[in-house]
């Protein structure tokens, strides 16, 4: 691993994988506007995807790089020359195909990334994007009032009892990534995001089954997609992070929020349906899951306001 680098962004170069959905593209938008020279690399980019990004960027500070997750030589090249690595897996919004099977993907991806950063003399630090998901689905707390942090790992055996696929990829993936970099040194980060405020976000995504436990066990939380960018670049940036952290700005916890949420994630033709939910009903769920940890690191983080709006870039 290389040393720690002074943190002066315009003389560092980071690697966005991947850097085809709204979070590693806002990242890279991001991280240019601060100075970081930027290998944007695409997991399966779609045809003529890569032209156009190239396109668009158009200067010396971003190099468009194809990573296919499953081929470690390709991973090493979109590497070669950077200090840090913002990692990512999602499959594609339309891919309906989340089952089980996307945990040995999910995982064996992991693995290869964090081989090759262990291959790779310049990186010094790895900020690892994984979910609530893979932290809050456990037997011990479902049934206690106790609160759920960063320190909270999801249970592989319940995930795979309720085909909570979502945490179980989730869950399983940070794992393998954890268990490699412990075991090769690497300066590793997860920033475990709530469920992710994207302009595409609809009922299909996979991490709402199991929404409504959630919502009644005071877990149910959501993330803009601009804070959960922030927060990524926080933990790089901040020379004292560590560990995991959780990352959310919004709890549904009352029947208003519920009701928002699910405006937001139906089609036109089935928000009928939400008026089966009670706005007379004012309850308010108890809070069990804290992101403190996260908010005392972003305390004096220098935020971007004028630049919220580059996550319309993609």
């Not at 893979?134 to 999801?154: K, M």
């Amino acid at each position: 691993m290389a040393p720690p680098p002074d943190h002066q962004a315009s003389k560092t170069t980071v690697c966005v994988m991947d850097a085809s959905g709204h979070l590693g593209s806002t990242l890279v938008h991001r991280l240019l506007h601060r100075g970081y020279t930027v290998h944007a690399a695409l997991h399966h980019p779609l045809p003529g995807k890569m032209e156009y990004l190239e396109g668009q960027y158009r200067n010396n500070k971003v190099k468009v790089f194809r990573a296919d997750p499953f081929d470690y030589h390709s991973i090493i090249q979109a590497l070669k020359g950077c200090s840090g690595l913002f990692y990512s897996f999602e499959p594609p919004s339309d891919d309906s195909s989340y089952d089980e099977l996307m945990t040995e993907v999910q995982a064996r991806a992991a693995h290869n990334a964090l081989e090759a950063c262990a291959h790779t003399d310049t990186i010094h630090k790895v900020v690892f994007t994984s979910s609530v998901t893979a932290v809050i689905w456990s037997h011990h707390f479902i049934t206690t009032s106790l609160e759920v942090d960063e320190r909270n790992w999801s249970d592989i055996s319940l995930c795979k009892r309720f085909k909570l696929w979502h945490g179980l990829s989730k869950t399983v993936a940070e794992k393998t990534a954890w268990a490699l970099a412990m075991d090769r040194s690497i300066n590793m980060v997860s920033v475990n995001g709530g469920l992710m405020m994207s302009p595409d976000l609809n009922i299909t995504n996979p991490y709402l089954k199991g929404a409504a436990e959630m919502y009644e066990d005071g877990l149910f939380v959501t993330v803009d997609l601009n804070y959960l960018v922030d927060a990524h670049i926080c933990v790089f940036e901040d020379v004292s992070s560590y560990g995991r952290y959780l990352c959310f700005n919004q709890i549904i916890n009352c029947n208003h929020h519920a009701h928002k949420l699910a405006n937001t994630l139906l089609l036109p033709s089935d928000k009928n349906s939400t008026s089966t939910i009670s706005m007379e009903d004012t309850k308010v769920k108890h809070q069990r899951i804290s992101n403190e940890k996260l908010n005392k690191l972003m305390v004096n983080f220098d935020i971007d306001f004028h630049q919220l709006n580059c996550s319309q870039h993609k």
